[in-house]
């Protein structure tokens, strides 16, 4: 079974600040997805990274995976309170299945 | 309406009652999903379409009964649900249920009395 682990799962951090949240998965995956979820709202699709040493950024997010170590992460640079919500990493082993992790809740104070 | 949409947003049952969930992709994507979103627990996958059949039952117990009368629109019916049922019921789509991403509604509020 694959099993896929967020940390942190809780995260409060302030404006202007760097985080890394970290997601590992226990079997061989050809893809990898992370989501955000505004409290209340739907998932949205950030990225998917498809092979190792990916990377891809967009505004103040940049995600990497590194197939070898089965790891993801996302990065945040100068967090904004904008980003507070929760971010979800989903990991897929070939089949039609989407296996989630816990998701990380992010606030961003000031 | 634009990408998926679901109805209703909030849905409140009693355990003798049935009801059902509604979701539709303006996406013209080809394979459909709902899951199940519950406190404290990751995102459970529930039932897969793709073409307008079911590849994907992921041991869900029979008072959730799912429909998929074409590749636009998908269906959750529900009866005799239990309290720990309540849950958030999300719909998404994709293209390619093997490559693609999948692309979520809103959900569903469930709350199970």
């Known amino acids: 079974e694959l099993k896929v682990e967020q940390n942190p799962l809780f995260l409060s951090m302030q404006e202007g600040k760097n985080y890394t949240i970290y997601c590992n998965y226990s079997?061989?995956?050809?893809?990898l997805y992370w989501y955000r979820q505004d409290p209340g709202k739907s998932l949205e699709s950030l990225f998917v990274l498809l092979s190792n040493g990916a990377v891809k950024q967009e505004g103040r997010l940049m995600a990497s995976l590194d197939t070898k170590a089965r790891l993801s992460t996302l990065h945040i640079t100068a967090a904004v309170h904008d980003l507070s919500a929760t971010y979800f990493c989903?990991?897929?082993?070939?089949?039609?299945?989407?296996?989630f992790g816990k998701g990380t809740s992010l606030l961003v104070t000031p | 309406e634009t990408g998926v949409t679901q109805t209703p947003r909030h849905l409140v049952m009693g355990m003798t009652n049935k009801k059902s969930l509604k979701c539709e992709q303006h996406?013209?994507?080809?394979?459909m999903y709902w899951y199940k979103q519950s406190a404290k627990k990751p995102l459970e996958l529930m039932f897969v379409?793709?073409?307008?059949?079911?590849?994907e039952n992921n041991s869900v117990p029979s008072r959730f009964s799912p429909e998929c009368p074409n590749s636009s629109h998908l269906f959750l019916h529900l009866h005799t649900l239990q309290p720990e049922d309540s849950a958030l019921y999300l719909c998404?789509?994709?293209?390619?249920?093997?490559?693609?991403?999948?692309?979520f509604g809103p959900g569903t509020r469930l709350t199970v009395l």
């Open positions: 996406l013209g994507h080809n394979a």
């Open positions: 989903a990991v897929s082993n070939s089949g039609y299945a989407l296996n």
């Open positions: 079997t061989t995956s050809d893809r």
């Open positions: 379409y793709n073409f307008k059949e079911q590849t």
């Open positions: 998404a789509s994709s293209q390619d249920p093997r490559t693609d991403t999948q692309y």
